[in-house]
């Protein structure tokens, strides 16, 4: 089987190293956070669905997180930014698209160029996208999904020196023959609680792409972090996951359940739960279907509403990241179920938010209004901070 551009999909040895609850009985808003029109659970919720809220011991089993603070800006006035990443001292490494820069946030909020990805060829939502950071003892490595000229692709840099002073150094590349557009061109990588890295990719402008097996286009990847198949994956080649149009959020929940959200066309936006070998349905779906050979979503949003991006986890909550929503959903799951109903943060406050994480006890998010989509105010873009707490 032949990739786009030449390239070719098949299995390959791995190389060497390198989640019944209740229903919530009201949503818990802190102010300034808004509830709006209703998202649709589209699929399964917790059964039974008894009225009461859940007990003491379901919410031990399952804990819910809560913003307890409004954001507060960390840094600001970033040039396209789409990715955040927190390392173990507690500064931060934020992508920007249009230029390639990677840039190191410092404790007083400064922030200086460690390096610039000169494999960017941005156009249209390519260039610098996703971000993330693997640390293998001795050797601490940054991962980044750019756009080249004929490709997206993934490289490895090695992240060398200490806060204050570190420094990019050569890109090798990880996986490359993604296929690339001036639209849906993914960009989400993540290392998941089995270390592998996951890729999400967009269907490149051709929504066949997305059913295509022999396309990496419109999938999530699985991967060594070497770039090789992981074991175990359902095809014996990168692919994990099929039928997606744009994914741009990924995160696992405490369970070990991966989430991932999802651009949709016109219709439907979505948050999906990830199985092995899934098959979510575009072009044949948006949204959710009867038809038995694709996964429906647990929520839809219409794309007002949300146009998801980042997602962060932190016990049994999801925090997804709304661009042209202008919000961030919380969403509490319980063994791969939606419990309650999904609640609306801080609307129309931040402008388009780009992207969610979780260090620790706290969010992160980075908004996106200076890609001339948004209306980008003074300071725009900023990089917020926002503490968490268990559910009472």
């Given at each position: 089987?032949?990739?786009?551009?030449?390239?070719?999909?098949?299995?390959?040895?791995?190389?060497?190293?390198?989640?019944?609850?209740?229903?919530?009985?009201?949503?818990?808003?802190?102010?300034?956070?808004?509830?709006?029109?209703?998202?649709?659970?589209?699929?399964?919720?917790?059964?039974?669905?008894?009225?009461?809220?859940?007990?003491?011991?379901?919410?031990?089993?399952?804990?819910?997180?809560?913003?307890?603070?409004?954001?507060?800006?960390?840094?600001?006035?970033?040039?396209?930014?789409?990715?955040?990443?927190?390392?173990?001292?507690?500064?931060?490494?934020?992508?920007?698209?249009?230029?390639?820069?990677?840039?190191?946030?410092?404790?007083?909020?400064?922030?200086?160029?460690?390096?610039?990805?000169?494999?960017?060829?941005?156009a249209g939502e390519g260039g610098?996208?996703?971000?993330?950071?693997?640390?293998?003892?001795?050797?601490?490595?940054?991962?980044?999904?750019?756009?080249?000229?004929?490709?997206?692709?993934?490289?490895?840099?090695?992240?060398?020196?200490?806060?204050?002073?570190?420094?990019?150094?050569?890109?090798?590349?990880?996986?490359?023959?993604?296929?690339?557009?001036?639209?849906?061109?993914?960009?989400?990588?993540?290392?998941?609680?089995?270390?592998?890295?996951?890729?999400a990719t967009g269907d490149a402008?051709?929504?066949?792409?997305?059913?295509?097996?022999?396309?990496?286009?419109g999938k999530i990847l699985r991967?060594?972090?070497?770039?090789?198949?992981?074991?175990?994956?359902?095809?014996?080649?990168?692919?994990?996951?099929?039928?997606?149009?744009?994914?741009?959020?990924?995160?696992?929940?405490?369970?070990?359940?991966?989430?991932?959200?999802?651009?949709?066309?016109?219709?439907?936006?979505?948050?999906?739960?990830?199985?092995?070998?899934?098959?979510?349905?575009?072009?044949?779906?948006?949204?959710?279907?009867?038809?038995?050979?694709?996964?429906?979503?647990?929520?839809?949003?219409?794309?007002?509403?949300?146009?998801?991006?980042?997602?962060?986890?932190?016990?049994?909550?999801?925090?997804?990241?709304?661009?042209?929503?202008?919000?961030?959903?919380?969403?509490?799951?319980?063994?791969?179920?939606?419990?309650?109903?999904?609640?609306?943060?801080?609307?129309?406050?931040?402008?388009?938010?780009?992207?969610?994480?979780?260090?620790?006890?706290?969010?992160?998010?980075?908004?996106?209004?200076?890609?001339?989509?948004?209306?980008?105010?003074?300071?725009?873009?900023?990089?917020?901070?926002?503490?968490?707490?268990?559910?009472?």
């Amino acid at each position: 089987m032949k990739r786009p551009n030449g390239h070719r999909i098949r299995p390959r040895a791995p190389r060497p190293a390198v989640a019944a609850a209740a229903l919530l009985a009201s949503a818990m808003l802190l102010p300034g956070c808004v509830a709006t029109a209703e998202p649709r659970p589209t699929g399964p919720t917790s059964s039974p669905t008894p009225t009461s809220a859940p007990t003491p011991s379901g919410a031990a089993a399952a804990p819910w997180w809560r913003a307890t603070t409004e954001p507060v800006d960390v840094a600001t006035q970033f040039e396209v930014p789409w990715s955040v990443v927190v390392l173990a001292d507690g500064t931060q490494l934020v992508s920007q698209r249009d230029n390639g820069a990677v840039l190191e946030v410092d404790e007083n909020g400064t922030a200086r160029v460690v390096g610039e990805v000169d494999l960017t060829a941005a156009a249209g939502e390519g260039g610098l996208l996703g971000i993330a950071v693997w640390d293998e003892g001795e050797q601490t490595s940054l991962y980044a999904y750019v756009t080249t000229a004929d490709d997206n692709r993934v490289v490895r840099m090695p992240l060398e020196g200490e806060p204050g002073d570190r420094r990019l150094g050569e890109a090798d590349v990880v996986i490359d023959g993604i296929p690339r557009d001036r639209i849906h061109n993914g960009g989400r990588i993540a290392f998941g609680p089995d270390g592998l890295l996951y890729v999400a990719t967009g269907d490149a402008g051709e929504p066949s792409n997305a059913q295509d097996p022999t396309s990496l286009a419109g999938k999530i990847l699985r991967l060594t972090p070497d770039g090789g198949p992981a074991p175990g994956n359902p095809s014996g080649s990168e692919v994990y996951t099929t039928g997606h149009r744009n994914v741009q959020g990924l995160a696992w929940t405490e369970d070990g359940t991966l989430w991932a959200s999802e651009f949709g066309q016109d219709r439907f936006d979505e948050l999906n739960r990830i199985e092995p070998g899934g098959n979510y349905g575009w072009p044949v779906v948006e949204g959710a279907s009867d038809d038995e050979r694709f996964v429906a979503p647990v929520i839809t949003w219409t794309p007002d509403e949300a146009s998801p991006s980042g997602v962060a986890a932190r016990g049994s909550t999801l925090f997804v990241a709304g661009l042209r929503g202008e919000r961030v959903w919380q969403v509490d799951v319980d063994g791969g179920a939606l419990v309650g109903e999904p609640v609306a943060l801080w609307q129309g406050e931040l402008g388009r938010v780009r992207d969610a994480v979780v260090a620790g006890d706290e969010l992160w998010l980075l908004t996106n209004n200076t890609d001339g989509r948004g209306n980008a105010a003074s300071g725009d873009d900023r990089l917020m901070r926002v503490p968490l707490a268990p559910r009472s």
